[in-house]
């Protein structure tokens, strides 16, 4: 069987030998389906869906009717028959999208020349997500390595209302007027954003041994003070990591949400209210990595070490009876933020110490430990400090994705 061959859509006069080359390898990479399905050796291998990219929702100001969208990703684990969901999770009416496709980013809003793919839904170019709704899109054919730059572009004739994504993406995105959609060029993505709109999951298909780790957290998570457009969230270090290694652990979704608290709404729905969205419905999960704490501690509405380890148990309960394993990093200390208080580091030392000695997580990474100052352990090292005292810059980010034993997310 030939490999299909996909035109490219503009010309690549001038473009040197070595860019051409990189190019090609893209292409052939990310779409040669064809000739893998062909393969006897993987026609009888069991395979599934796997998580590569994920983002938690929450509402991003309002709709905007005839706007294109060119949203940067970076995918985990590589694999097959991309498919992507969108959301409607905060809207309050139904919003269409008429134009959606998947390729390649090459620089900027420019992507790899023929790489860009329309995406269908049931096998229609367009979908209606109802208000609360999501939707899947059918899988793509083809190949999507790991650590691709993907940029999925997306355009809808009548969004209004509020506006479901992830407000702090730590990436930049760009935005069009009108629908261009299906054009590599970056020409008429002239606007930027920090945003990711209406998309929060990519899967693809691969091995069935292959499973991911959600990350649940909050800005720490979401890479605040971490440099943008580099992927430098500690997520995306342990991403690197689980590349490089001996697991079958391969996919990571970055769901830390900034502010996000385990008890209570606020900045985004709880841990506890997001749970199922935003882990539990992800294909091909095998752990959960649990690092949220400090904002309930940090916002003096009392709550007690007692009542957070409660919120802590009942996201056990239910990722357990989900059939997936937990790991429980401790909360990590920020004396010098504004909200620090003696009262508030007195709950952190009392939550820390049960996820410790606990037993009931399946493993514990401990960020504190990881984190704190030799001199004074409650305040962050100026080494990692990324200057606020509370949020660890890069090499912060690369220490606690560095203390994560990778054996522990293998959940057996």
Known sequence: MTARRFPARRSLAGRSPARLLVAALFVVTLFAGAVLQGAPAHAAEPRHDVITWGASADRVGEGVAD?????????????????????????????????????????????????????????????????GGTALSDPLSGRLP????????????????????????????????????????????????????????????????????????????????STSDLARRWPDYLARRLQQANTAVKGVANEGISGNKVLADGAGQSALNRLERDVLSHPGVRTVFLFEGVNDIKAHTEVTAQELIAGYREILRRVHAAGKCVVGATVAPFEG??????????????????????????????????????????????????GDHLHPNDKGMQAMADAVDLTALDCP
């Open 337 to 386: 933020w504004s909200e620090w208080d003696p009262a508030a580091e007195t709950v952190r030392q009392e939550v820390n110490a049960f996820i410790r000695t606990s037993g009931e997580f399946d493993a514990v990474t401990d960020f504190d430990r990881i984190l704190r100052s030799p001199y004074n352990p409650q305040r962050i090292l100026p080494f990692f400090d990324g």
């Open 146 to 225: 790991a650590a691709t730059d993907l940029a999925v572009s997306l355009h809808s004739p009548d969004a209004a209302g509020p506006a479901s994504g992830h407000g702090m993406a730590m990436q930049t995105s760009y935005l069009a007027q009108g629908d261009h959609t299906a054009e590599e060029s970056a020409d008429r993505w002239g606007a930027t954003t920090g945003s990711w709109f209406y998309l929060d999951a990519v899967s693809v298909r691969a091995n069935a041994s292959t499973g991911a780790v959600v990350a649940l957290g909050d800005s720490i998570t979401d890479g605040w003070q």
């Open 67 to 131: 706007r294109g969208y060119r949203l940067v990703v970076r995918t985990s684990v590589g694999g097959s028959d991309l498919r992507i969901r969108l959301t409607n999770a905060f809207g309050d009416r139904p919003v269409t999208f008429d134009s959606v496709y998947a390729g390649v980013r090459q620089q900027g809003a420019a992507l790899v020349p023929g790489s860009n793919r329309r995406l269908r839904f049931g096998g229609a170019d367009s979908v209606t997500i109802p208000a």
